[in-house]
Nanobody
Framework: QVQLVESGGGLVQPGGSLRLSCAAS????????VNWYRQAPGKEREWVAT????????SYADSVKGRFTISRDNAKSTVYLQMNRLKPEDTAVYYC?????????WGQGTQVTVSS
């Protein structure tokens, strides 16, 4: 059974940093790309970043480019999202996603709130 469990969210002041984690199990983690998405209140879920199976390829939404960094540790079956210079508009529930055998799998999400 595929499981993705996010953690690391919380309340942070503008300009601050957080590191999110996504712990995966139930599939051959090192063979799949992993994505981060986010959903702000009243808005549609939006893509944030993707990392390829080996970690050699990374891509980011324009809104987070230069501030967020995605990485992975295949030995720990975990993907990370380092978020720096956070802005109030980064406030959202952040979700981990992996497409396995053409099926999208999601974690439960972790809340990130950027506010003074």
């Amino acid at each position: 059974q595929v499981q993705l469990v996010e953690s690391g969210g919380g309340l942070v002041q503008p300009g601050g940093s957080l590191r999110l984690s996504c712990a995966a199990s139930g599939f051959a983690f090192s063979s799949y790309a992993v994505n981060w998405y986010r959903q702000a209140p009243g808005k549609e879920r939006e893509w944030v970043a993707t990392i390829t199976s080996t970690g050699g390829g990374k891509s980011y939404a324009d809104s987070v480019k230069g501030r967020f960094t995605i990485s992975r540790d295949n030995a720990k079956s975990t993907v990370y999202l380092q978020m720096n210079r956070l802005k109030p508009e980064d406030t959202a529930v952040y979700y981990c996603n992996a497409v396995i055998m053409f099926r999208g799998n999601w974690g439960q999400g972790t809340q990130v709130t950027v506010s003074s």
